[in-house]
C-alpha cells in the first residue's frame, strides 16, 4: 500500500512541497487539488504580466504534473466541494498551500467607495483571474494613488504607466491592455506612510521605474541620506542604501517631462477617501482611482496533527517565490518523518470529477495559440466556463 498525501493548492509552495516529497519518497501518491482550473496560484494570477521572465519558473511545476504518482485535481474548492475533515479521513497526510490573497482593509472612511480597489482584486483584473472579470472604469481616470510601498505597488504603477509597446510581450488580458493604453492618466502617485528607508521596494523593482517609455519618475530629495554606507553592510542594508540612491535619482528628474509622471511620496498616510479626493496626513491629493497594495489577510483551515501549512499559508503575504522552495522542501521533510510512522489508510478516491493535467495542457495550447497571433505569450481564458469547456477538450 502506498501513502497518499492531498496538497491544496497548486501555487509555488504546493509545488516544492510536492518536488521535496518525491525526491524523498517515489513511492507517495500525491493529489494537488485547487479550486482552479489552471495550476500555479500567483505565478499566473499575482506576478505581473510583463515580468515573463519570473513567470517562467512555472516550467519546473509543469514537470512535476508529468510524474506518474501526481495528479493534478483543479476546479475543486476544498470548503466547498468537500470539506477539509473529508480530506483529513481520506488522506494520510494533507499538506495546506492555500496562500493568502484577501485585500487587507486600511479602516479608514470611504475604503468601500467604487473607485477604491484593493491591489489583489486590481491584479487578478489585469492576470485574467476568472473570479475578476470587470476592472475599473479607467476612461477619465487621469490621476491615480497607489498606498503602499512594496513590489505590489511598484508593479501596480508600472503596468498602469507602461505604454502599449512596452506591454506588447506581456500576457495582460487585452481588455486590461486597452483599457490602460486609451486611458488618460497623468499622474501615478506611491505612497507610503514611512520613510523612503523604510520601503520594502526590491531595487530592480525600483530601477525599472526610472526606464519607462512614457512616464518619468520623481520624488522629493528630503530624507534620502538616511542610511549613510557602513562597511558592515548586510544585504537589507544594502538594498535600501541603493533603493535611496535610485530615488535620488529619481528627485533630479523633472515632473511632467513625459506624457505620464509617478511621483513617491512618503512620510504619508491615507485617513479618509472621498470621490476624487485622497485625505493624506500631509495633505488632501486629487485621486480619480486608488488602489491599496497593503497586503493580504488568509482563509481560515482546520489545525490538525496531520495538516501541514506552507507557503504564504503558513507564514503569511511575505516572500518570493524562490523563498517557497526551501520551506516547501521542509515541510515535505516533515510530511515524511509523519507518514513514516504510519500504516497508509485504505480507502475510496474521495476526489469529485476535476480538471485534469491533460485538461490544463489543453487550457495552456489554447492559450498559447491565441496569443501567437499578435506576438504575446498567450492570451488568457477569463471565463469559468470557457476554461471548463476547453478542459474538456471542447
Ligand atoms: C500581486 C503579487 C505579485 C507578486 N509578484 C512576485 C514576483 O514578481 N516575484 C516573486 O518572486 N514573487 C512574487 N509574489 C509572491 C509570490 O507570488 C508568492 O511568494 C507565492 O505565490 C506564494 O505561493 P503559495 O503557493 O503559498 O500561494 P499561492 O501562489 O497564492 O497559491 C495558492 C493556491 O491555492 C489555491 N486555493 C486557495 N484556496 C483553495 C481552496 N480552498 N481549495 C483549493 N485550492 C485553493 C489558489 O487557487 C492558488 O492556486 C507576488 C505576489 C503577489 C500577490
Redesign the pocket.
Known amino acids: 500500500m502506498t501513502h497518499r498525501v492531498a496538497i491544496?493548492?497548486?501555487?509555488?509552495?504546493?509545488f516544492y512541497a510536492a518536488d521535496g516529497l518525491l525526491r524523498a519518497n517515489p513511492d507517495l501518491h500525491i493529489d494537488v487539488?485547487?479550486?482552479?482550473p489552471t495550476?500555479?496560484?500567483?505565478?499566473r494570477a499575482?506576478?505581473?504580466p510583463d515580468?515573463q521572465g519570473?513567470k517562467a519558473v512555472v516550467r519546473q511545476f509543469d514537470r512535476l504534473l508529468a510524474q506518474p504518482d501526481l495528479r493534478f485535481a483543479g476546479n475543486?474548492?476544498?470548503?466547498r466541494d468537500l470539506s477539509w475533515e473529508e480530506l483529513g479521513e481520506a488522506y494520510d497526510a494533507v499538506i495546506v498551500?492555500?496562500?493568502?490573497?484577501i485585500d487587507k482593509k486600511l479602516g479608514v472612511p470611504g475604503e468601500d467607495l467604487p473607485h477604491v480597489w484593493g491591489?489583489?482584486r486590481f491584479?487578478g483584473w489585469l492576470n485574467g483571474h476568472p473570479d475578476f472579470r470587470t476592472g475599473p472604469d479607467l476612461s477619465k481616470v487621469e490621476r491615480v494613488a497607489i498606498i503602499g510601498n512594496g513590489?505590489?505597488a511598484l508593479?501596480v504603477a508600472r503596468v498602469l504607466a507602461k505604454s502599449a509597446d512596452e506591454m506588447a510581450k506581456s500576457d495582460i488580458v487585452p481588455e486590461a491592455g486597452s483599457a490602460i493604453a486609451s486611458a488618460p492618466i497623468k499622474d501615478i502617485h506611491v505612497i507610503g506612510r514611512r520613510g523612503p528607508e523604510n520601503a520594502s521596494f526590491t531595487n530592480n523593482e525600483l530601477g525599472e521605474m526610472g526606464r519607462l517609455m512614457r512616464a518619468v519618475a520623481v520624488t522629493d530629495a528630503n530624507g534620502l541620506d538616511t542610511i549613510p554606507p557602513a562597511s558592515d553592510s548586510t544585504p537589507e542594508k544594502l538594498r535600501k542604501t541603493k533603493n535611496l540612491q535610485i530615488l535620488k535619482g529619481f528627485a533630479g528628474n523633472k515632473p511632467g517631462s513625459k506624457s505620464l509622471t509617478v511621483r513617491f511620496l512618503f512620510n504619508s498616510a491615507p485617513v479618509a477617501f472621498a470621490p476624487g479626493v485622497v485625505d493624506l496626513t500631509s495633505g488632501k491629493l486629487e485621486a480619480d482611482l486608488v488602489i491599496t497594495c497593503i497586503g493580504?489577510a488568509g482563509?481560515a483551515f482546520p489545525r490538525r496533527e496531520d495538516f501541514f501549512a506552507?507557503?504564504?499559508?503558513k507564514r503569511g503575504?511575505t516572500?518570493?517565490?524562490?523563498?517557497?522552495r526551501a520551506e516547501g522542501h521542509a515541510v515535505a521533510k516533515q510530511v515524511i518523518d509523519w507518514l513514516a510512522e504510519r500504516d497508509p489508510k485504505s480507502g475510496p478516491d474521495i476526489l469529485p470529477a476535476a480538471v485534469d493535467a491533460a485538461g490544463w495542457h489543453r487550457i495552456d495550447k489554447h492559450e498559447v495559440a491565441a496569443g501567437s497571433a499578435s506576438g504575446r505569450p498567450r492570451v488568457k481564458l477569463t471565463d469559468w466556463q470557457a476554461l471548463l469547456d476547453v478542459a474538456q477538450g471542447g
Open positions: 491544496v493548492g497548486a501555487g509555488p509552495s504546493g487539488i485547487d479550486r482552479l495550476p500555479f496560484g500567483l505565478v499575482g506576478v505581473a515580468h519570473t475543486i474548492e476544498v470548503g498551500a492555500i496562500g493568502m490573497v491591489s489583489w491584479v513590489n505590489v508593479d493580504y482563509e506552507v507557503g504564504w499559508a503575504p516572500g518570493t517565490i524562490p523563498t517557497n
